[in-house]
């Protein structure tokens, strides 16, 4: 399962999100915005709080990186 940390504004999660549906992925989406046991959860993953965090398997990913995501999801 992929799990996506967000905010509603924030052009790189709409990218990331958009990512994700077109290659039929299925996420779970943690708006830290309005969340804030997400927001902690997503600082003690990635000690960031910039957004997107991507967390998939064990692996988290602070940012939109297309071609790391997709790698790691095993896309082509």
């Not at 994700?20 to 959860?41: F, P």
Request: with cysteine.
């Amino acid at each position: 399962m992929v799990r996506i940390y967000t905010t509603p504004n924030c052009i790189y999660c709409k990218l990331a999100k958009d990512f994700l549906k077109k290659n039929n992925i299925e996420y779970q989406e943690l708006n830290v915005g309005e969340d804030e046991s997400a927001l902690k959860e997503m600082i003690d993953k990635s000690h960031q709080l910039g957004v997107p965090v991507i967390e998939i398997g064990k692996e988290i990913f602070v940012g939109f990186n297309r071609a790391e995501i997709a790698k790691a999801l095993d896309l082509k």
